[in-house]
């Protein structure tokens, strides 16, 4: 079992030509990914070969999901035209789009999720600026690398794609049943709420792990989302306990002012919620070690 990627999943590559786009379909289908195609309007029609599989390029999502069946989108697309992709995948009805690129103007990115919201919201984004998501043994769409971890019973959602993947292999023996990077950019298309309300409901996920990081309200309002509605354990880890206020740190949306958005304020919120909170990631790794034990 898995949240949103499953083995069944149909993936296509918006940008599958490029350096990046080629480089990382390349990787998906040595996971495992079933990659049916990708997009490039200007060689429609031809094919892309990745170790002797021969991928068709469609000119448009629309054309590759009538084609291929497919329902989940990667972008690999240059941050001037990710807005663009983003609309074309919203139109095509794709249930799935995971956009990469990083250093999405933010204005790009609030164009492209109400546009998505004025059409009934039939497609959920991950990103923009996240490693993608990933459900061990069964698929992954993205860059989150492949052979760090296992499946198993534990769901992780994260703001940072590196803590991501340190956490998959602090708890690479236990496994994990989906990993989703929803990206550190001030606004994204799913959030830690979304992912915690997926995982509750996913029958064989038993615990999750929440890494969260400085700036925004994001993690206080997970902790009223779990104490309200999450009856499955809950470990969290926030990036950026030694951050001087006011300084911008790493993701564009991890600012903090004052006592706002702390990494403190966010453990006090998340520890009321009933949220064990490490205070390092491999701290946060034993205390969800101790649970599935």
């Not at 497919?70 to 799935?96: H, N, Q, Y």
């Not at 860059?143 to 760090?148: H, L, R, S």
């Not at 296992?150 to 292999?169: A, D």
Request: hydrophobic content about 40%; some cysteine; overall charge neutral.
């Amino acid at each position: 079992m898995a949240i949103w990627l499953t083995k069944d999943s149909k993936v296509i590559v918006q940008g599958i030509t490029g350096s990046e786009g080629s480089k990382h379909t390349r990787r998906m289908l040595r996971a495992g990914t079933n990659v049916v195609g990708g997009t490039n309007p200007r060689k429609a029609g031809q094919y892309v070969e990745f170790d002797g599989t021969r991928t068709p390029v469609f000119a448009s999502v629309a054309d590759a999901m009538a084609q291929t069946g497919a329902d989940v989108s990667v972008m690999f697309v240059p941050a001037a035209f990710t807005k663009a992709a983003m609309i074309e995948a919203i139109d095509a009805g794709i249930p799935l789009a995971v956009v990469i690129t990083e250093g999405v103007p933010v204005h790009d990115t609030t164009a492209a999720w109400a546009y998505n919201l004025a059409r009934g919201a039939r497609t959920r984004i991950i990103g923009p600026n996240c490693p993608g998501i990933a459900s061990p043994g069964a698929s992954n769409a993205g860059i989150i690398p492949a052979d760090i971890t296992g499946p198993g019973r534990i769901g992780l959602v994260s703001k940072s794609g590196t803590l991501t993947y340190q956490m998959m292999y602090e708890l690479r023996d236990i496994g994990f049943s989906t990993c989703v990077g929803i990206g550190g950019d001030p606004v994204i298309g799913t959030t830690h709420i979304d992912a915690l309300a997926a995982f509750q409901e996913d029958p064989e996920t038993d615990a999750i792990v929440m890494i969260g990081e400085i700036g925004g309200d994001a993690e206080e309002r997970a902790a009223e989302f779990i104490k309200a509605n999450v009856t499955k354990p809950v470990v969290a880890y926030i990036a950026g306990f030694t951050a001087p206020p006011g300084k911008t740190m790493g993701h564009a949306g991890a600012i903090i002012s004052g006592s706002s958005g702390t990494a403190e304020a966010k453990k006090v919120a998340l520890e009321a919620a009933g949220v064990k909170v490490g205070k390092t990631p491999s701290e946060t790794a034993r205390l969800m070690r101790e649970i599935m034990s």
